[in-house]
């Protein structure tokens, strides 16, 4: 497998790659928010560490894993490093250690993530401390919101609308990796935020399909899903959405770098997960498939 280097194609290029079909050809909507690997010229010239601290920030190569589990789902995939602006942050999260237009907030009132440093700038990163020789300016943060955050919200907004619409259902699946948890830890993590973001017959499914593969599976802990979760899950109206955390030790080598050993069978997991929260989608809560679907 090929893999992209850290210089990434320029700002000019696309933000993310979206993969999709009119009409929709299936309930479920992939995203990944935190694997991109371009590394504009802007972001290394403010750095006070080593390009290579921030890899711990990349959900490393699980781009990878949903292209080769995607069947016919719409996805989108973000190729701008984390380190550059964080999408599953909320447009607010604006470090003011770090970022010049972020609002005056009392450390008490400021999410857990902002108060460690990853905020919708990411100021730290764990092993290397603070990443940048320079605070941001409010301009420069702002052309990251508009340039890069919003527009993948709103592919993402737009294909769950799409699904709704031709299926009455719609499901997201927000793909990340995480590192181990520990010997003999959880592999496995899914996050519907303590059962806001999605109804449990699909987290149910999801769990099922991981443990009869012999993985071990936890729920909302130590990941219970961020942002992207908590701005597109409208279960209430038939749009659901779960995050699936994967131990990178899973599908990545010994050095966490390229794919291991255990590629092939985590994309075969992943593959699973898709077919099965497309059918518990078409199968609706009285167990029928919309008109639509059926079309």
């Known amino acids: 497998m090929h893999l992209p280097s850290f210089d990434g194609p320029s700002l000019d290029g696309p ?9 929709p050809s299936s309930p479920v909507v992939i995203s ?41 789902q719409a996805m989108i995939v973000q190729r701008r490093a984390r380190a550059w602006i964080d999408l ?13 237009g972020a609002a005056t907030i009392a450390a008490a009132h400021q999410s857990a993530k902002l108060r460690s440093g990853l905020g919708l700038v990411p100021r730290r990163v764990s092993g290397a401390g603070d990443l940048w020789a320079r605070r941001f300016s409010d301009a420069e943060v702002t052309a990251r919101i508009t340039n890069d955050h919003r527009p993948y919200h709103a592919a993402v907004a737009a294909a769950l609308e799409a699904a709704h619409a031709r299926f009455g259902a719609a499901v997201l ?10 010997p003999g830890g959880t592999r496995i993590v899914l996050g519907d935020r303590f059962g806001h973001a999605a109804a449990p017959r699909f987290v149910d499914r999801a769990d099922a399909i991981c443990a009869t593969r012999g993985f071990s599976v936890a729920r909302n802990a130590p990941y219970a899903g961020g942002h992207i979760l908590e701005r597109h899950a409208r279960p209430a109206i038939g749009i659901h959405a779960i995050q699936l955390e994967l131990d990178r030790t899973l599908y990545l080598d010994r050095k966490l770098h390229a794919p291991g050993a255990g590629f092939a069978r985590v994309v075969d997991l992943v593959r699973a997960i898709l077919a099965a929260l497309a059918d518990e989608a078409l199968r609706g809560d009285a167990g029928s498939i919309p008109l639509a679907a059926a079309e």
Do not use: Q
């Open 88 to 100: 599953n942050r909320a447009e607010h999260e604006r470090d003011p250690l770090l970022d010049e």
């Open 15 to 23: 933000s993310f790659d979206r993969v999709d079909a009119a009409p």
């Open 32 to 72: 990944v928010p935190h694997a991109g690997r371009d590394y504009p010229l802007a972001l290394k010239t403010a750095l006070r560490v080593p390009l290579a601290a921030l890899l711990p920030l990349e959900d490393r190569l699980v781009d990878a894993v949903a292209r080769a589990a995607r069947t016919d």
């Open 173 to 182: 699946l927000d793909l990340h990796s995480m590192p181990p948890l520990g």
